[in-house]
């Protein structure tokens, strides 16, 4: 979205000296998906909020184009490192790079690779598992395998990051919730992190049913979060495909008609999880498509307003510091 369409909501900072860490955002190089590379995300992180550090997230950015198959992903860790090691805010302090976590032949190969690229940022992998019947539908449309989740290779590979210490980011749309609660308990040793709510979808044959998938998301949400060994990612619901529309209407929500519009599925889960095992993100710059960056980290901040200092704290910064063993 244009910035000019964005400018049209401009609104003061709401708590300013709240510490974030913003752990889930994406960059590509010039020509890539997206017209968001360093220079923009930092504009971005210092508009207003006090964000100290993020995460990056794999987008399937920077590929190697040619060499051994599985080693290609690597080339998004190389890109990524190397911005964030010349950008002088030093605002990127994390990567959560892809593999293929069914390649057992090549899992600690890879990792041992991203590991050494990554310059000390690497902190886990997400292959998602992201799937829906008519993915042409969708904007924002994932290609993973049919049951994915409950291949035995695939559960092997997340079970081995956690052996190695590192994390299992997911992605996947709310009817593969359950899928991934299955996933969750067969795997309990390794720190899974839930994407963007389970990707509630709002768009073509799910448009007329929002009521009733939110009725059996709060019982998905609620079985996910019986699992110890995941955490919640609060955000990431402006994309188009979770059908709010805001990416074609005249001018961006504001953060109270954000608010309004999502603040239920922010309180089930913090209900649900804790804030202790809640980290508000803003997936920028698919979010992005919708509202600015400071209206979206202003509407987080009203949702958390009748929360304490210290379970603010956690949600905006602490249970992200702690999950990707972020310096304080």
Same mark, same amino acid.
């Given at each position: 979205?244009?910035?000019?369409?964005?400018?049209?909501?401009?609104?003061?900072?709401?708590?300013?000296?709240?510490?974030?860490?913003?752990?889930?955002?994406?960059?590509?190089?010039?020509?890539?998906?997206?017209?968001?590379?360093?220079?923009?995300?930092?504009?971005?992180?210092?508009?207003?909020?006090?964000?100290?550090?993020?995460?990056?997230?794999?987008?399937?950015?920077?590929?190697?184009?040619? #060499?051994?198959?599985?080693?290609?992903?690597?080339?998004?860790? @190389? =890109?990524? $490192? &190397? %911005? *964030?090691?010349?950008?002088?805010?030093?605002?990127?302090?994390?990567?959560?790079?892809?593999?293929?976590?069914?390649?057992?032949?090549?899992?600690?190969?890879?990792?041992?690779?991203?590991?050494?690229?990554?310059?000390?940022?690497?902190?886990?992998?997400?292959?998602?598992?992201?799937?829906?019947?008519?993915?042409?539908?969708?904007?924002?449309? #994932?290609?993973?395998?049919?049951?994915?989740?409950?291949?035995? @290779? =695939?559960? $092997? &590979? %997340? *079970?081995?990051?956690?052996?190695?210490?590192?994390?299992?980011?997911?992605?996947?749309?709310?009817?593969?919730?359950?899928?991934?609660?299955?996933?969750?308990?067969?795997?309990?040793?390794?720190?899974?992190?839930?994407?963007?709510?389970?990707?509630?979808?709002?768009?073509?044959?799910?448009?007329?049913?929002?009521?009733?998938?939110?009725?059996?998301?709060?019982?998905?949400?609620?079985?996910?979060?019986?699992?110890?060994?995941?955490?919640?990612?609060?955000?990431?619901?402006?994309?188009?495909?979770?059908?709010?529309?805001?990416?074609?209407?005249?001018?961006?929500?504001?953060?109270?008609?954000?608010?309004?519009?999502?603040?239920?599925?922010?309180?089930?889960?913090?209900?649900?999880?804790?804030?202790?095992?809640?980290?508000?993100?803003?997936?920028?710059?698919?979010?992005?498509?919708?509202?600015?960056?400071?209206?979206?980290?202003?509407?987080?901040?009203?949702?958390?307003?009748?929360?304490?200092?210290?379970?603010?704290?956690?949600?905006?910064?602490?249970?992200?510091?702690?999950?990707?063993?972020?310096?304080?």
């Amino acid at each position: 979205m244009t910035q000019e369409w964005l400018d049209q909501v401009v609104e003061d900072v709401i708590d300013p000296d709240q510490r974030i860490i913003d752990p889930h955002h994406h960059l590509w190089p010039v020509g890539g998906v997206l017209p968001y590379g360093i220079a923009e995300l930092v504009a971005d992180v210092r508009s207003g909020h006090r964000v100290d550090q993020t995460v990056f997230m794999e987008c399937g950015a920077a590929y190697l184009a040619d #060499g051994p198959k599985h080693l290609r992903s690597t080339g998004e860790t @190389a =890109f990524v $490192a &190397g %911005v *964030a090691g010349a950008d002088p805010s030093k605002v990127i302090r994390g990567i959560v790079a892809h593999v293929d976590l069914t390649d057992a032949e090549h899992l600690d190969e890879v990792l041992d690779a991203h590991i050494a690229i990554g310059n000390g940022l690497v902190r886990g992998i997400r292959h998602g598992g992201a799937r829906d019947p008519d993915p042409r539908s969708l904007m924002i449309a #994932g290609d993973a395998p049919e049951g994915l989740y409950t291949d035995p @290779a =695939f559960r $092997a &590979g %997340v *079970a081995h990051l956690g052996a190695r210490g590192l994390t299992y980011d997911t992605w996947h749309y709310h009817h593969q919730n359950r899928d991934f609660a299955a996933l969750a308990r067969a795997v309990p040793d390794t720190m899974m992190v839930l994407d963007h709510f389970g990707t509630p979808l709002g768009v073509a044959a799910y448009a007329d049913h929002r009521e009733e998938i939110f009725e059996q998301w709060l019982l998905d949400i609620a079985e996910i979060a019986r699992c110890d060994n995941v955490v919640a990612k609060i955000g990431g619901m402006a994309m188009p495909d979770n059908g709010f529309g805001w990416h074609t209407a005249p001018r961006p929500p504001t953060s109270a008609e954000f608010v309004a519009a999502q603040v239920r599925y922010y309180v089930h889960t913090i209900e649900c999880f804790g804030p202790e095992r809640c980290m508000f993100e803003s997936n920028f710059p698919m979010d992005r498509m919708s509202l600015s960056y400071r209206v979206l980290w202003n509407a987080f901040k009203l949702i958390a307003a009748p929360f304490s200092p210290s379970e603010r704290d956690a949600m905006f910064h602490d249970t992200a510091a702690r999950v990707y063993r972020l310096d304080a």
